[in-house]
């Protein structure tokens, strides 16, 4: 009797430590990071050699940190190094943008756009001039297809952001923020402290089930946790809320 239990405890926990290993070895939900845009802050740190060491040091970290926030959903990070192609995209589940500083091909425009309409996922982030200019990329051609459009810098200058309890964040979060791009269109759920009239994040989903987030402001999504005095901000869990809505 002890032999056939002790036997069937072996085979329950073999059973359960083949379930774990083959969802670690295989995630679910692949996310693409593009880096052929002159990205201002995101790049691979495996590929930085010779780069300013606080720079690298700076990107470490980010990637460290936005690889927890996939691991957390069952997800993969991939690098996209070169103009986007249809392939490329094919078995992306979330393509991630941050903060380019040069144009898309009209090749490129079509791809993405057409990547959403059929059910994909898009997170697109950008800041003030200051960073990159609406002049030296053309991310706005990417989501006007979907009524949504980066404007001029806001006038809301307080550092300091949050998210509104609802579709993307179940809780309200405090979110680093200073000084972003209003963003237009979609429905708002990003909002400085000064005021709600200038929103700096917004999401959309479209009837197929493609899914759109769009910030105009890039300090949260780096992963900034501290800014002039404040240590709190919670970054990693309005990345998981963002990752988690646009992979689900």
């Given at each position: 009797m002890k032999l056939k239990y002790f036997s069937c405890t072996l085979l329950s926990l073999i059973v359960g430590v083949s379930a774990?290993?083959?969802q670690t070895s295989s995630p679910k939900?692949?996310?693409?990071?593009?880096i052929a845009h002159n990205q201002v802050f995101w790049n691979d740190p495996a590929s930085m050699e010779g780069k300013d060491?606080?720079?690298?040091?700076?990107?470490k970290y980010m990637t460290d940190q936005i690889m927890k926030t996939a691991s957390s959903l069952n997800a993969e990070l991939m690098y996209l190094r070169e103009?986007?192609?249809?392939e490329h995209l094919a078995t992306c589940d979330l393509l991630f943008i941050?903060?380019?500083?040069?144009?898309?091909?009209?090749?490129?425009?079509e791809v993405i756009t057409q990547y959403v309409q059929k059910g994909g996922s898009l997170f697109l982030v950008m800041d003030v001039d200051s960073w990159s200019t609406l002049e030296q990329t053309n991310v706005n051609d990417l989501i006007k297809p979907f009524d949504i459009q980066f404007k001029t810098q806001s006038p809301d200058t307080q550092a300091g952001g949050y998210t509104k309890a609802g579709v993307i964040t179940p809780e309200a979060?405090?979110?680093?923020?200073?000084g972003g791009r209003i963003v237009q269109g979609g429905t708002p759920f990003c909002f400085n402290k000064?005021?709600?009239?200038?929103?700096?994040?917004?999401?959309?989903?479209?009837?197929?089930?493609?899914?759109v987030i769009v910030m105009g402001d890039g300090m949260v999504s780096l992963y900034m946790t501290s800014w002039q005095g404040v240590d709190d901000y919670q970054c990693g869990e309005f990345m998981h809320d963002v990752?988690?809505?646009?992979?689900?």
């Open positions: 774990l290993l083959a939900y692949r996310v693409f990071m593009d060491a606080n720079q690298v040091e700076r990107v103009k986007i192609e249809p941050h903060m380019p500083s040069t144009k898309y091909s009209p090749a490129e425009v979060l405090k979110i680093s923020y200073h000064q005021t709600e009239d200038y929103p700096f994040g917004t999401f959309k989903r479209l009837d197929n089930g493609g899914k990752f988690q809505w646009l992979l689900e």
